[in-house]
């Protein structure tokens, strides 16, 4: 009896074991994942401030403080760059043209943080091919454009996309880039190159991703930003410049679209033509604030086979202003540091008079004549054409360090030689002076076309580095008169009769020569073909570096004004711009 008991036990065990094999076991488990991505950082790699005593705001070593220790409290990240990385302060800009030989210290960085992919900025293509194919090679990581195609065959040049998996899940990321980038660079910069809708990319890339690798969560990393309507363009216009909302709503597959490029905060939800919801988000630049997505990943499965993952998504922005730079990240680059801090100290002229940029916005300014005499003594060229790249600079008198030059000028542009007739000037100058100028009736009216914000600011309706002046040529701008039709040139600075039928050779950066602001394409009414035989010179240097060169020939500057127009009635321009200059300033600078 004992053993038949025993043996009734066994049966019964077998039995149990048996219907719990048939049975399907169900188990949950969830996941988190955080997806972190900077834009716009344009150099702000460490906190200190190159020009001034103190720190900036934001910079990639808080960035990075605030990554690791996200990582330490246990928690999952897929980290993204997307783009406008490389340009911008003198971090980036010692690396990009002076200390060549080594790696890229964007490239050394992203790397060390342990960045998982990027995609390429229009800033990034303005250091030209030597600095960002060697990028491409450095980066351990893909870097990605899949609507910047080789020239003929048509495949991208960087990478389209990649996959990521973690937590269970994987996570396709398409890159794509703003396609307006012929409108604003040389060719030279991006030879080799051209640049497709993104559209009309993506639709291609979503299908291929999803056909090919059924991801569970698909990303778009898009350099370019929210609003179609930007610089008066149309939601519709082929190769809109910022078509990151567009491809959101028009391009079923994505979950998460993040867009750049416009330093713009945006946290919001789109629908796509699929009656699906869409993450969208954007970041201010320069390491002022991230993009984080939450992941929240429910894996249920059945026996031993997976059957459902649950993915439910939520977006924010993590301000960078309050978190410290990571003491590790600073020990480990401290000596490039070093490097940059002496570069940028080096003297280069004295100063007689300090100049600032406020009064450019009003006429004649020493802070601008010093940028047109620079170009014309460079190119000699007849007329020099320039507008202020910073919104408010300042240089006091005494000694210029290579460092003064990046608030006298922003950006690396090349110098471009031109020839344009007197009619196209004349048309140039009215569509610039269209963007920053009012239509008056009276004293009472603006001067400046500007407009109040919200938390009672004021600030211009246009991009305040498309306002062109002139030297070498004197004019008048009436403000009486409708928009087009304001500027009035009267004669050579020289006193020679101005013919509009002449050729006159013109200087101004790349950025302007090249299309950017639309004052050759839209005023002058040149198109893209024309643009590029009208070219007489480019230099190989950017343009800081010429200034930089200029200024210690000159040793010493003496701050004057060359160049010769006013806007008039004076009797109305006096009242309007002292209250204008109020409302955009508050204090003047000294």
Known sequence: MIINRSLKLKFALVLITGLVLLQPVFSQESEEIEIVVTTDIHGALFPGNWYHSGTIPGSMAQVAYWVNRERKQGKTLILLDNGDLIQGDPAVYYANYIQTTHPNIAARILNYMHYDAGTVGNHDLEAGHAVYDAMVKQLHMPWMAANALKTPSGIPYFEPFTIINRAGIKVAVIGLTTPKVPDWLPPSLWSGIKFADMIETARKWVGYVQKKYHPDLLIGLFHSGVDPGYNNASAGDYLNENASRLVAEQVPGFQIVFAGHDHQHHEMWVVNTAGDSVLLLDSKSRAGEISVAGIHIILSSASDTRVTKKISVT???????????????????????????????QPVATLTEAINSEAAYFGPNTFIDLIHKAQLDLTGADISFAAPLSFRSYLPAGLLRVKSLFSLYRYENLLYTMKLTGREILDYLNYSYALWMNHMEGPDDPLLRMEKQPDGSWRFKSAYYNFDAAAGIEYTVDVTREKGDMVQILRMADG???????????????????????????????????????????????????????????????????SRWRVVPEAWIKTAAARDRQRLFGRQLP
């Open 315 to 345: 977006g924010t922005h993590v301000s960078m202003q309050d978190i410290p730079p990571d003491s590790r990240f600073m020990d480990h680059f401290q000596g490039y540091i070093d490097s940059v801090s002496i570069f940028i100290n």
């Open 496 to 562: 020679i009769p101005f013919d509009p039928d002449k050729y006159y050779t013109v200087a101004l950066n790349s950025y302007r020569g090249s299309g950017g602001g639309g004052h050759l394409t839209r005023g002058a009414k040149l198109d893209r073909t024309e643009l590029q035989n009208r070219v007489l010179s480019t230099s190989k240097q950017d343009f800081r570096y010429l200034l930089m060169q200029w200024m210690k020939q000159q040793k010493v500057i003496t701050p004057d004004i060359i």
